[in-house]
């Protein structure tokens, strides 16, 4: 019993032993005490125009936190000329009347990890100093008196504060147009809601509450529209009733330096009457009007939010094919079923409607399509095969009937050539219609090019489609 007693206190004192030299190595490879600017070299720094501009310089102590220390912040202007030597640059020691530091020391405790060095600069002496087109700098340097406490590496110890003067503001995230890839849409749906929330934002650390108010300008949207090249989309003004905007969330709370803006829009708006909507492509130009604090930036001030509400496509389910004055299988007892014009309502590309093809007749061929109700039609359209070789048509126009014997034109169409607008949609005013009509008045390529468009021509179409409710 004695001998495993001897043996326990044997390990007992290798063990306190090697416990005692692991923590001896433990405090051998700890860092000692350093003190360091935890950035340094040239360092652009942004300064307010608001007044005096206080500008905070940290400065880090790391290592075991066995000592305290006291650190001094000198300019010195040999670092700027081994600067300049170093780096082929050619920058200024600042003057006197463009900063004062507010502390000539700091003081850390052994437990003290970083404290900052307060520059105070003056935005508007800075200011007077860019009109020369020199650029200054302030050349600092970390001293330390205290001979228990090392500075880290010499270019941990130097820095050059090259401040630039900035205008304080507010402003739009995305100021001009902005862009999603598409509008903002609203639906047809009964009482469709539309919530938008334009970011507003700060370009300084916010330490106040600030409240904006912001407008709609018109102004603005003409602006841009005014801006587009010919055939690009403008945008009309959105109507007055069909936004909300939030007042209460005109405001950039202390510590935050962005918020959003919320706007409601509502279907409702749009709606004329129970069959007729006001459909179209809107924006809603929005500027920032006023600000508690500070500046509103001229060059985000105002940003515009398009949104569409777009008649739905109509489904083709019920639409049946009344009359048609070319078709192929008229003159061909066992045509392909590709050919015939109920094709044009399959939602189908690779079928489609062909006209005669051994025998044209003359121009125009058409179609009657049959709607089965009374409808509101916003737009109407064709989709030519996939088949790129087919198609062929050149020009017609769309027309409408509520009774199938009365007709009235809507809109015409027209093509360059047969490989552009092989999609074609055609907006107009709403028209009430129970019947469609397309019709093909010329071709590109005629049956008989010697007898011209009077030997009429093959053409083919996929689908033809109409947007309404």
Partial sequence: ?????????????????WFVSCDEYRDADELDDQLYLQKSGLLEAKVFNWGTFTYELPVIKSGKGNHSATVRLSVDESILAAYNETNGTDYKLMPDNCYSLKEGSLSFTEDDYRKFFLIDFDPASLTDLGNDGLQYVLPCLLVTDNADIRIAEEDKAQILIKPSVYQPYIGFETPGIYRTGSEFSIKTDDDDVLVIYP????????????SYDVEVNSAALDEYNGSLSAGARKYKLLPEGAYTIDRSTCILNKNRDYEYLKITLEEKAFKVDENNYAFGYYALPLKIASVSKYGIDPEADVTIYPISIQPPVMEKTDWTIEECNSIITDEVENASSMDIPDNLLDN?????????????????????????????LYRLGFQLPEDESLGNIKSGYFEVSTDGETWTKIVDWSRKSNLENRSMELDFSMQ??????????DAFEYADPALGKASGAVCQVAEINGWGI
Avoid: G, H
Avoid at 348 to 374: D, G, H, M
């Fill in 199 to 210: 970011k507003v934002q700060v370009n300084y650390y916010n330490d106040w509450d600030i």
């Fill in 432 to 441: 009430q219609a129970n019947y469609i009509r397309f019709v093909i008045t």
């Fill in 348 to 376: 189908n590309n690779n079928t489609y409607w062909c006209t005669r093809a051994i025998k044209p007749i003359e121009f125009p061929y058409y179609v009657t399509i049959n709607l089965q109700e009374s409808c509101s």
């Fill in 1 to 17: 019993m004695k001998f495993k007693y001897n043996i326990f206190l044997m390990a007992l004192s290798v063990f306190s032993l």
